[in-house]
């Protein structure tokens, strides 16, 4: 697929005729804006008819699923690997700070305390998320022209599990998925792990009713997660289980901070912004055979489940700007604190450049004085722990999101489905 922008930078609909778009090129009518994904940019005026183009956005605290659909088939996927060490970066650098305090240095007179969190202010490590969900959605708003946004907030709805009786369009969905709403919660309040025998490792679960459903309900707190062997056994009598009711559901609160804030933003940004709930895009996804995903969850909850599947992925990765760090923490003999920061540039490349080396795509990882570098994929598979930069061809300059493409088909995209 290549991703098409007018004369005056605007998104057209995509295209897959690569032999016109390389005659475009070679009579210089188109330039080529961005790699991957790979986008041109027609140096002649033309038309701007488009289609409706709904972006599906699958939140998460770790990896987001985005899908760009029609009703006819799927134009963009993608799944962006968030950062997870933000925290740990953080209590390094409390540590620092505390350390340096109680050393023996000069006095300095402390300062008037004017730190005042501002309204709506969310720890670093949320924040941080959040940025990255926003640049993704713009990332696709630059290169196509999408005209609705639907995002999936949280996996269950709290609202409906303490009033059954709400409506709205996103709980149509079948005289089940009250309970399918129901039955996520208790599965996430239960880490998906079996709460019977200890250590049972079976992957198939099951919600078990601690009451019968004819006097407990489907209430969460009189459900529990069991996997398939444990259940069985529990209702033949082999297995004997102190079950109790009294589940909280305080804990949920915490789930949808960040998916809530992202929907917050986007309705700020964009006009046409609507959500949805995980067990909606669940029953989609059973209901119709698909493989577990995040860029298959986000054509889920696009609406578009059905349509043909693009035939790649991008897969993406948010990497860190700058090492902040000045000194490591291993202090050498004599107190002598070893700087822990590398120049910008080493031979004319950051961390992360995108480069070519024999023939195969990859980024920097490691960079050494003598010339030698870490070249590897995204999902770290080593190209080569060291080779000359000489032998290296810049390809893009590194962003705050990494982009490679992955085919649906190839073993190296199913192993990081799993992975992650």
Not at 28 to 50: D, M, S
Not at 127 to 145: D, E, F, G
Not at 205 to 227: D, F, K, Q, Y
Request: charged share 25%.
């Amino acid at each position: 697929m290549v991703y098409v922008l007018n004369v005056n930078g605007q998104p057209l609909m995509p295209t897959n005729r690569r032999g016109k778009v390389k005659w475009l090129l070679r009579q210089g009518r188109a330039k080529v804006v961005r790699r991957c994904p790979f986008t041109i940019q027609l140096l002649y005026e033309t038309g701007n008819h488009t289609q409706p183009v709904t972006l599906g956005v699958d939140a998460g605290s770790k990896v987001i699923g985005l899908s760009a659909t029609t009703q006819a088939k799927e134009l963009y996927a993608a799944e962006v690997q968030l950062r997870t060490d933000v925290v740990e970066l953080l209590s390094a650098r409390r540590a620092f700070r505390a350390a340096r305090r109680n050393r023996t240095t000069r006095y300095r007179k402390p300062r008037f305390d004017n730190r005042r969190k501002p309204s709506g202010w969310l720890a670093p490590s949320i924040r941080q998320k959040i940025n990255t969900h926003i640049q993704a959605v713009k990332q696709v708003h630059r290169i196509l022209p999408i005209t609705k946004i639907i995002v999936e907030v949280a996996a269950f709805d709290i609202q409906k599990i303490k009033n059954p009786d709400i409506s709205g369009a996103q709980y149509q969905q079948g005289e089940q998925s009250g309970f399918w709403n129901i039955r996520e919660y208790v599965l996430w309040r239960d880490g998906h792990a079996c709460q019977g025998r200890k250590g049972c490792k079976e992957q198939v679960l099951n919600v078990h009713h601690i009451e019968s459903r004819m006097t407990g309900g489907n209430a969460p707190n009189n459900l529990i997660t069991l996997c398939e062997r444990c259940h069985n056994d529990y209702h033949k009598g082999v297995l004997k289980l102190n079950l109790k009711r009294g589940q909280s559901l305080r804990d949920a609160a915490f789930m949808g901070i960040t998916r809530w804030a992202v929907y917050g933003e986007l309705i700020e940004i964009y006009q046409d912004v609507k959500l949805t709930y995980g067990y909606i895009t669940k029953n989609a996804r059973i209901a119709n055979g698909l493989t577990k995903t995040h860029a298959v969850d986000a054509r889920c909850v696009s609406g578009n489940a059905t349509v043909s599947a693009s035939n790649d992925v991008y897969y993406q990765k948010a990497a860190r700007k700058r090492n902040r760090q000045i000194h490591k923490a291993t202090i050498l003999m004599g107190g002598y604190r070893k700087l822990n920061q590398a120049p910008k540039y080493v031979y004319g490349y950051q961390l992360f450049d995108k480069v070519l080396y024999n023939s195969e795509v990859g980024f920097v990882f490691g960079r050494r004085s003598s010339g030698s570098f870490d070249i590897r994929k995204l999902d770290g598979e080593k190209l080569t722990a060291g080779v000359s930069y000489k032998k290296l061809k810049l390809l893009e300059a590194r962003k705050s999101i990494l982009t490679e493409v992955k085919a649906r088909s190839s073993p190296a995209y199913a192993l990081a489905s799993r992975a992650r």
